[in-house]
């Protein structure tokens, strides 16, 4: 399994998003910044049936009901330029799974019962946390900054890992409202080509 062995780690501290990025707030980046990417890639992809983005004119805005849902359909470099501009970064995935264990109040054997759903749910409703974290497990998966290595845990530092330096897929972590009930635990790790646009996926930024 890709998460053993296990091993403690440390984790300097930093500061976590209450929450996963809204529409309406990725909605004010792509306003400033556009659609496209440096690359000349789109950040996002507004022709998924699922995007909660939609434009009109020469602006974006939330899809109906949208408002406040996690911004999915977002490639991992859409994410990243969000997270550079908003003044902060992706969180590596140790600094998210440190974040989950200390806000997720009492995980019962690293497992979360979920309520079947048909898609995320706003971050009102989103599982509470403590220290007002919310939503970290079970609502979208969350892009991290490491590239993903399926035997990463056999050779990671025991200091603030990273992830590997060079990869195909980047790490995800924290289950959706999707995934089976294997994948909503927070020591589950799971991956996604950074190029790709997903309705189950989004993610929150952290910051120094």
């Known amino acids: 399994m890709d998460e053993r062995p296990r091993h403690q780690v440390y984790v300097k501290d930093f500061y976590i998003a209450k929450h996963e990025v809204t529409a309406k707030e990725y909605c004010r980046f792509l306003d400033r910044e556009g659609l496209a990417g440096k690359d000349g890639v789109p950040r996002v992809n507004l022709t998924c049936p699922d995007c909660p983005v939609v434009k009109v004119g020469k602006a974006f805005q939330p899809s ?5 849902k ?3 359909c977002v490639s991992w470099y859409g994410a990243q330029d969000y997270a550079q501009w908003a ?3 992706l969180p590596t ?3 998210w799974e440190k974040a989950a264990l200390l806000s997720t109040p009492s995980p ?3 497992f979360l019962a979920m309520l079947p759903r048909e898609s995320s749910v706003p971050m009102a409703k989103a599982v509470p946390g403590l220290r007002g974290v919310a939503g970290l ?4 998966w969350e892009w991290c900054s490491d590239w993903y290595a399926r035997d990463y845990y056999s050779a990671s530092p025991s200091s603030d890992p990273v992830g590997p330096s060079l ?3 980047k790490e995800i ?3 959706s409202w999707a995934s089976t009930e294997a994948a909503r635990r927070i020591t589950s790790r799971h991956s996604a080509p950074p190029l790709g646009y997903y309705r189950t996926v989004g993610f929150r930024i952290v910051k120094d």
């Open 64 to 68: 109906e009901g949208m408002d406040n």
């Open 70 to 72: 996690p911004m999915v």
């Open 87 to 89: 003044g902060g970064r």
């Open 93 to 95: 995935a140790a600094e």
């Open 108 to 110: 019962p054997g690293d």
């Open 137 to 140: 497990v079970g609502n979208a």
């Open 167 to 169: 990869g195909e897929e």
């Open 173 to 175: 972590r924290g289950g």
